[in-house]
């Protein structure tokens, strides 16, 4: 309010038209700054017409984006099956890798298995062998004992059986000399 009570103030103490004219102009000017013109004002009808055409869009956009949606759907159906196909492919050619290693192995395995028992067999059979030769060692270290044993028992037997014989013999003589 303050505004045109000093434009009034300022109009009537102007000199003259030419300073009026000035004066009105750039209140004109304050106005059109402060309010803009009426074409640039939304009118009812076309706030309508602007409401009807973003809503036209806004149904065309979720169209596209229904049909984008769809394309991604089934985009990412073919995807998830290759993946699996994919996946299904590897997992079968690990099996395949797995079921060859462990044939492998089990080839290793039956090698080394054989491997082991023919040197194990050979082991026994030295083993064998070695106690075979000491029993016969043992064998002829016993009846070379043995028979030293049985000539040592039949020399001491033969000496005393000698001894007897003279002490019979020497009782004999003695009762037949009286």
């Not at 640039?40 to 065309?60: F, N, P, W």
């Not at 979720?62 to 299904?88: K, P, Y």
């Not at 029993?135 to 028992?153: K, N, P, V, W």
Request: proline fraction near 2%; glycine fraction near 8%.
């Amino acid at each position: 309010m303050t505004s045109v009570v000093e434009f009034y103030e300022q109009l009537a103490s102007a000199p003259d038209d030419k300073t009026r004219a000035r004066l009105i102009a750039e209140a004109f000017e304050r106005m059109e700054e402060r309010n803009p013109e009426v074409k640039e004002l939304a009118t009812q009808s076309g706030m309508r017409e602007t409401e009807l055409r973003l809503q036209k869009e806004i149904v065309e956009a979720e169209g596209r984006l229904r049909l984008e949606i769809e394309q991604l759907r089934a985009d990412m159906g073919r995807d998830i099956e290759q993946l699996r196909a994919g996946v299904g492919r590897d997992i079968e050619q690990l099996r395949a890798g797995v079921g060859r290693d462990i044939e492998q192995l089990r080839a290793d395995a039956g090698r080394e298995s054989e491997q082991i028992r023919a040197d194990l067999g050979r082991d026994i059979e030295q083993t064998r062998a070695d106690l075979t030769g000491k029993i016969e060692q043992l064998r002829a270290d016993l009846i070379e004992r043995m028979e030293q044993m049985r000539s040592g028992i039949l020399r001491w037997v033969v000496g005393l059986l000698a001894g007897q014989t003279l002490v019979l013999l020497a009782a004999l003589f003695a009762i037949a000399r009286p």
